[in-house]
């Protein structure tokens, strides 16, 4: 199966696969997600234990399992193709769980450090850059593009907001379609 690379959906969940494929093998397995959680867990100083690393792994899991089922193949592992249709798919299928709901406030919970439910820019620079390795000048654009209200700081709403426009809108210029970094040719 062949998505179409320029829809700009398929665009935004394609940078998404190539992040998460950090030994570049051309697959996303689940321990490309236990490197994601790996990740968090360094940049926020976790212990394991932790329950924001409880819950954050828990939906990460129930993430990767719904894209598989969505996959629609019986590999543990997934190309960028089968990928991106299958988190296309997983993300708008809402009968088991809401992964556009649910994911994002478990990784607030784990980036809002002080528990004040906002993100300061020091937090989301250690979400955007240690965890999803984007650059300090796209970091900070997409923060500033985030805080809808220009307080300074990104609310949980604002979050939850992004994660929407990332999966859902068709505009890569919409201030969600920025989480993940600024996209590649946009």
Same mark, same amino acid.
């Given at each position: ?53 409880? +819950?954050?792994? +828990?939906?990460? +899991? ?27 798919? #997983? ?47 796209? #970091? ?47």
């Amino acid at each position: 199966m062949t998505t179409a690379t320029s829809d700009p959906i398929n665009i935004k969940i394609g940078q998404v696969f190539d992040t998460l494929d950090a030994n570049q093998d051309g697959y996303v397995d689940w321990s490309d997600y236990q490197r994601l959680i790996d990740r968090h867990i360094s940049a926020y100083r976790l212990d394991r234990n932790d329950r924001r690393v409880a +819950a954050l792994t +828990a939906t990460y +899991a129930i993430s990767w399992q719904e894209i598989l089922r969505h996959a629609g193949s019986s590999s543990d592992r997934l190309t960028k193709d089968e990928y991106v249709a299958a988190t296309r798919l #997983a993300s708008i299928d809402t009968s088991r769980i809401n992964l556009i709901e649910g994911l994002p406030h478990a990784v607030f919970d784990v980036i809002d450090v002080n528990g004040d439910n906002e993100v300061s820019g020091d937090e989301f620079a250690r979400y955007t850059q240690d965890v999803w390795g984007i650059a300090a000048p796209d #970091a900070l654009e997409a923060f500033t593009a985030l805080d809808i209200d220009g307080d300074g700081l990104i609310s949980r709403q604002e979050f939850i907001r992004a994660f929407r426009e990332f999966y859902f809108s068709s505009d890569l210029h919409a201030p969600g379609s920025l989480l993940f970094g600024r996209l590649v040719g946009a």
